[in-house]
Structure formats: C-alpha cells, structure tokens
C-alpha cells in the first residue's frame, strides 16, 4: 500500500532563511509525487510534481524538491524564504488502485515565516 | 477560464437536514473527486468518478452519495447530515484518468452541522 509521512506539522522560518519540508512515501511501484500548496481559505494548488523525467524538479514560486528513491524521499526546499510562502504545504503520492490511480495526501506543513 | 467551481461556498445545516453540494469543471477532464479536508488529518477522499458515468468509494464514504451527471458535473449529497460532516469540502479534476496528472482543485466548500 501507498503512503506518505509529512515529518512536523508547523515550521516556522525567518524571512530569507531557508525552508525544507520534509516527506517520505512508501510505494511498492515507481511513483508519481507531488507537492500542492494551501493559501487561506483557499484550494490547492500544485507547486511541482515528479514523475519519473528528472530526480530534481523545480516549481513554482523558487521552489523545489529532490526525489531520493533510496531513502523514499521527496523533500521541498527554498533557499530564501519569503512571508508570501506562509501557507500551507502537502505532500501527495498518485497510487494505482483498483485499477484506477488515486492520490494519496500526506497531513500537511503549515509554513511560517517570521520577519 | 473558470477551471473547477464549487457551491455552495459556505452552508450551515442542522443535524439530519440534506444538502448537495455541487462541482463543475470546463476543462474536459475524465476524472473528477470528492476530499475533505479536516485538521491535522490532510485531504482524505470521499467518492471519485474515472469517466463519465462511473463512480467509486474512497477512504471515507460513508454518509455520503454522489452523481456524476455528465463529464462536467459531479455532485455530493448528504442525506442526513451529521455533526461528525462538519469539515471543508474540495472538489477536484484530472485530466488523464489520474495517471501522473495534477489535481485541479476548486475553492472549497465550508459546511458546518449543528
């Protein structure tokens, strides 16, 4: 079965610092990752998402995330944070399920960022 | 250049009342689904419809009936609404029956059960 771990509910960052949020998945077949992103009352959106083309992808916004198959990872990173990145962040997995791919959410970073 | 549109945006029910909950999408995508959203527990899905016709439980059921009327529309009904519904609703689309595609979500739906 497929899964995904989002490791710390909230962060919190200062402003230009560095942002890394953290996701491990458990698949038993190649998957495809994604990362959406949550502003206020909001839907989501996607950042970016892998699916096999390139272990690093970028997104949107300057950010970015590195898949690592041998520690299941797909970690988001920023290298300066903005207090426009406050929002908040999930990790999704695209699982094949009786016969038809679903998405599996991680239970979400909330971001914030401290001027 | 609508994408997926949700209403209502806001509702208030009261325990064992009934209410649909509606979702339109113009960008002639396959698949569409139902999430709620609850804090701390992330997005966990209600019903998905791969095409036109066709529709399947997710995680979380029980409750809950959908319809997906044609490729655009696919709704949510509660029959009996329970306080334990009280959460925010996200309708979303994909494009190539879920394979790798991104999820198009639309702007939620806040239902609160008294």
């Known amino acids: 079965a497929q899964s995904v771990t989002q490791l710390g509910s909230h962060v919190s960052v200062s402003e230009g610092a560095l942002v890394l949020l953290r996701c491990n998945y458990s698949s038993s077949v190649p998957p495809y990752l994604f990362w959406y992103v949550q502003y206020p009352n909001q839907g989501l959106q996607l950042l970016l998402k892998y699916t096999s083309a390139a272990t690093l992808v970028k997104g949107i916004n300057g950010f970015e995330a590195e898949f690592k198959k041998s520690e299941t990872s797909f970690h988001l990173t920023k290298p300066s944070a903005h207090m426009s990145d406050a929002a908040e962040y999930f990790c999704a997995v695209s699982a094949l399920r009786s016969g038809t791919y679903k998405y599996i959410f991680g239970t979400g970073t909330r971001l914030k960022v401290l001027a | 250049n609508a994408g997926v549109t949700q209403t209502p945006k806001f509702q208030v029910l009261k325990t064992g009342q009934s209410m649909t909950l509606q979702c339109a999408q113009d960008?002639?995508?396959?698949?569409m689904y139902w999430y709620r959203q609850d804090p701390g527990m992330g997005l966990r899905l209600i019903y998905y419809?791969?095409?036109?016709?066709?529709?399947d439980k997710g995680e979380v059921p029980n409750g809950y009936n959908v319809s997906r009327l044609n490729k655009r529309e696919f709704s949510l009904r509660l029959e009996s609404a329970a306080p334990s519904q009280t959460s925010v609703y996200f309708c979303?689309?994909?494009?190539?029956?879920?394979?790798?595609?991104?999820?198009?979500f639309g702007e939620g739906s806040r239902l609160t059960v008294l």
């Open positions: 960008m002639n995508h396959n698949s």
């Open positions: 979303a689309s994909s494009g190539d029956r879920g394979q790798s595609g991104e999820l198009f």
């Open positions: 419809s791969a095409s036109e016709g066709t529709t």
